[in-house]
C-alpha cells in the first residue's frame, strides 16, 4: 500500500514513496504528471518524493468582520480521510470543511500575508481598480482599503520596534549621543503616523509599478 524508501548515494541520496496509494495522485506538485504510475502490482520500488505530493486540502484566507472585529481566518476544504466498506474492504475519500483562527503574527510576517492579498485583490479586479473614476463602494475595494490600513500600521510598528531594539543597544553600550538622535528619530515616527498614504494613490502607484 505504502512504503517510505531511501536510496543511499552519498550526497546525493534521497527518499521516494512506493506502493499502489500513489495511484490516487497522478499529477504532483506543480501540476506536473505523476510519470512514475504502474499497473498496482508493479508500484512496489518506484514513486515521487514526500516533497512532490501535492496537499489534499485547499485553504483560502477569511476576514470575518463581527461587531466592528476583524478576524483573520483560513476557510479549509478537501479530503480529510476515508472510510472503508465492511463489506468488501474497498477504500473512499471523505470530503469535508473546517474554519481556523490565524495565530497572531510579528509585524513583519504579518505584513507579507496582507501584502499578499492586496496584490491578488488589486491583479483580480484589475479593469475595475484602474477605472476613472474608481468605485469605492464595492466589496472588494473596502476590502482593500481596510487591509491597506492595517499594512500602514504594520509598517509602522515594526519600524519602531526596530528603532527601540536598536535605541536598547546603544543604552546598553552607553553611546548616548546615537541614543539620543536615534530617540528623535522616534519621536518624528510617532508623530508622523497620521500621515497615510491614500488607498486610491496606493493602488495608482501598484498599477504604475506593474506598467
Same mark, same amino acid.
Not at 538622535?181 to 497615510?196: A, F, G, T
Given at each position: 500500500?505504502?512504503?517510505?524508501?531511501?536510496?543511499?548515494?552519498?550526497?546525493?541520496?534521497?527518499?521516494?514513496?512506493?506502493?499502489?496509494?500513489? @495511484?490516487?495522485?497522478?499529477?504532483?506538485?506543480?501540476?506536473?504528471?505523476?510519470?512514475?504510475?504502474?499497473?498496482?502490482?508493479?508500484?512496489?520500488? %518506484?514513486?515521487?518524493?514526500?516533497?512532490?505530493?501535492?496537499? @489534499?486540502?485547499?485553504?483560502?484566507?477569511?476576514?470575518?468582520?463581527?461587531?466592528?472585529?476583524?478576524?483573520?481566518?483560513?476557510?479549509?476544504?478537501? @479530503?480529510?480521510?476515508?472510510?472503508?466498506?465492511?463489506?468488501?474492504?474497498?477504500?473512499?475519500?471523505?470530503?469535508?470543511?473546517?474554519?481556523?483562527? /490565524?495565530?497572531?503574527?510579528?509585524?513583519?510576517?504579518?505584513?507579507?500575508?496582507?501584502? %499578499?492579498?492586496? !496584490?491578488?485583490?488589486?491583479?483580480?479586479?484589475? /479593469?475595475?481598480?484602474?477605472?476613472?473614476?474608481?468605485?469605492?463602494?464595492?466589496?472588494?475595494?473596502?476590502?482593500?482599503?481596510?487591509?491597506?490600513?492595517?499594512?500602514?500600521?504594520?509598517?509602522?510598528?515594526?519600524?519602531?520596534?526596530?528603532?527601540?531594539?536598536?535605541?536598547?543597544?546603544?543604552? %546598553?553600550?552607553?553611546?548616548?549621543?546615537?541614543?539620543?538622535?536615534?530617540?528623535?528619530?522616534?519621536?518624528?515616527?510617532?508623530?508622523?503616523?497620521?500621515?497615510?498614504?491614500?488607498?486610491? !494613490?496606493?493602488?495608482?502607484?501598484?498599477?504604475?509599478?506593474?506598467?
Amino acid at each position: 500500500m505504502l512504503k517510505l524508501r531511501e536510496v543511499s548515494m552519498g550526497s546525493g541520496g534521497y527518499n521516494f514513496i512506493s506502493g499502489w496509494l500513489q @495511484i490516487l495522485f497522478p499529477y504532483l506538485k506543480n501540476d506536473r504528471l505523476n510519470t512514475r504510475l504502474r499497473p498496482w502490482q508493479e508500484m512496489y520500488f %518506484s514513486g515521487p518524493e514526500p516533497e512532490e505530493i501535492p496537499s @489534499i486540502i485547499s485553504a483560502a484566507p477569511v476576514d470575518w468582520e463581527y461587531y466592528g472585529t476583524t478576524y483573520n481566518l483560513h476557510f479549509h476544504a478537501g @479530503i480529510i480521510g476515508c472510510v472503508q466498506n465492511s463489506v468488501d474492504g474497498t477504500l473512499m475519500p471523505v470530503n469535508g470543511w473546517f474554519v481556523t483562527h /490565524d495565530p497572531e503574527k510579528e509585524p513583519d510576517e504579518r505584513m507579507k500575508v496582507v501584502q %499578499s492579498e492586496i !496584490d491578488a485583490l488589486l491583479k483580480g479586479h484589475a /479593469d475595475e481598480a484602474q477605472k476613472v473614476p474608481l468605485n469605492k463602494n464595492v466589496a472588494w475595494y473596502r476590502h482593500v482599503e481596510r487591509l491597506h490600513l492595517e499594512n500602514q500600521v504594520l509598517k509602522s510598528q515594526a519600524y519602531k520596534a526596530k528603532l527601540k531594539k536598536k535605541l536598547d543597544y546603544l543604552y %546598553s553600550q552607553r553611546k548616548f549621543d546615537e541614543y539620543d538622535k536615534l530617540e528623535e528619530e522616534l519621536y518624528n515616527v510617532c508623530s508622523d503616523d497620521e500621515k497615510k498614504i491614500a488607498t486610491e !494613490d496606493m493602488i495608482k502607484s501598484f498599477f504604475l509599478k506593474k506598467d
